[in-house]
């Protein structure tokens, strides 16, 4: 079995009167190479005619979005003329590459109507290689992501990236990557297998699990060792989790703002690409 490094609380931090925890960078973990930020937003009401996710237009380079939502949805628009609304059990694969302006936010409908919110978003690093690569989007509805069950159905995953139990998943990432979202019932099990050179990115959105023979609950990052293959999971009640692996890039990593780069030239001359218009125009 990994052993478990260090468990990591989600931190509490609001955005406007959006409810918002984040593990991942905090003052005791910077990263998890190559996963490098996870804004953890909700759960949360919103009440009729409210104004929605705050996340009006703003640029990305260097990086890449894994957006999940549970609950609520989101309308995505980009500079590269991708638009999309998506609901819940949907999923939102976005990459920055180059250079691209994005907006986040409520549909008009749930601006109307409220409802309940719960949305989480995770960043990638992008190797030296791909940083400038053609910005790209994929949104899918939770009926058009591959799953399969585990454990007598006590188990149902959504397979994103990679492979897993014969079934592949519904992105094409730029670097390999196997991940998937959890949907645990109360006493649910499973063992996964990963490489030892490979890091894990563990955290648990919902519900309580014991994982390696330790309980932890929801709104925790777990930080595993290398050594060792294998992760042991059963759920104390229902529960969900996000679980991916990848190898590390072991590259440097200038992390400022909205861009991600490999030095501090790289992100000076972002922010000068950005207000030269080379990350294409905003149509509101």
Do not use: C
């Not at 409810?19 to 009440?47: A, C, E, K, M, W």
């Not at 998506?86 to 409908?109: D, F």
């Not at 730029?174 to 894990?200: A, R």
Request: charged share 25%; no cysteine.
């Amino acid at each position: 079995m990994k052993s478990i490094k260090r468990i990591h609380k989600a931190e509490y931090r609001p955005i406007a009167d959006l409810v918002t925890y984040s593990p991942l960078p905090t003052r005791s973990l910077q990263q998890i190479d190559p996963f490098i930020f996870l804004n953890h937003h909700g759960f949360q009401t919103y009440p009729e005619h409210n104004h929605g996710l705050p996340f009006g237009p703003h640029p990305h380079r260097g990086m890449e979005t894994i957006t999940f939502i549970l609950e609520g949805d989101i309308m995505h628009k980009d500079s590269s003329g991708h638009e999309s609304v998506i609901g819940p059990g949907g999923v939102q694969y976005m990459t920055a590459g180059r250079g691209l302006i994005h907006a986040e936010v409520s549909s008009s409908q749930f601006k109307k109507k409220g409802g309940d919110l719960e949305i989480l978003q995770l960043w990638l690093n992008l190797p030296a290689s791909k940083k400038m690569v053609a910005p790209q989007y994929v949104g899918l509805q939770k009926e058009e992501i591959p799953s399969f069950e585990l454990d007598g159905e006590k188990v149902k995953v959504q397979q994103l990236f990679g492979e897993s139990h014969g079934t592949k998943g519904a992105f094409l990432g730029q670097f390999p990557l196997n991940m998937g979202t959890y949907y645990l019932e109360k006493g649910g099990k499973i063992e996964v297998e990963i490489p030892e050179e490979e890091n894990v990115f563990f955290y648990i959105v919902r519900g309580e699990l014991k994982v390696n023979g330790e309980e932890i609950r929801f709104r925790n990052l777990v930080e595993f060792s290398n050594s060792g293959s294998k992760i042991s999971v059963e759920a104390l009640e229902d529960s969900v989790l996000i679980l991916g692996f990848a190898k590390p890039f072991n590259e440097p990593m200038v992390a400022q703002g909205p861009f991600v780069m490999n030095t501090q030239k790289q992100i000076y001359e972002a922010y000068e690409d950005y207000q030269a218009g080379k990350f294409g125009s905003w149509k509101g």
